[in-house]
C-alpha cells in the first residue's frame, strides 16, 4: 500500500510526523532517501519531538550515530551514513546490534549501505516540490 505525507512548511512539521508515525505502525527500521536539503534531518527532529525526545537532536554526520530516549524512556538510534565512503565502516560500527535491537533506528543517507540495511527496512523518500513543500512517501 503507497502511502504520503505533505509537510506544507516548517509550521506543519509537528502535525506530518504524527500522521507519519501513525501510519509507519511498528516499523523499527525507517531509512530517508532525499537528496542533500530536502529536509531529512528537519523531519527526524519532528519524528524526535513527537516521540518525546529531551535532548537537542541534531545530524549525526560527524559521529554518524546519536542516541536519543524517548518519553518512554526507549532508545532511538540516529543514523547518518553521508561520510561512509566504504562498507566495512559501517560493519565495524557494529550495525547489527543496532537494527537488531528492537529499538527505533532512523537512518539518513542509506543509500550509502543499501546492502546492510535489513530487509524488514522501512524505505520512505522525501520529495521537495515546486512550492517548497515537501512529500513524504513510502510503500509497505
Known sequence: MKHEVTIKDLHDLDRAAGEFLSKTGEHRIIAFFAP???GKTTFTTAI????GVGD??????FTIINE???????PLFHFDFYRINRLAEAI????????????????????????????ETLRVSIRVNG??????CWED
Request: negative net charge; proline residues 6%; aromatic residues 10%.
Open 48 to 51: 524526535c519531538n513527537r516521540l
Open 56 to 61: 537537542a537532536v541534531c545530524s549525526p554526520t
Open 36 to 38: 542533500m536539503g530536502a
Open 131 to 136: 512550492d517548497q513543500s515537501r512529500t513524504v
Open 92 to 119: 565495524d560500527l557494529g550495525l547489527d546490534d543496532y537494527f537488531y535491537s528492537g529499538a527505533l533506528c532512523i537512518i539518513e543517507w542509506p543509500e550509502n549501505i543499501e546492502e546492510l540495511l535489513p530487509e
Open 68 to 74: 536519543y530516549r524517548t518519553s518512554d524512556g526507549e
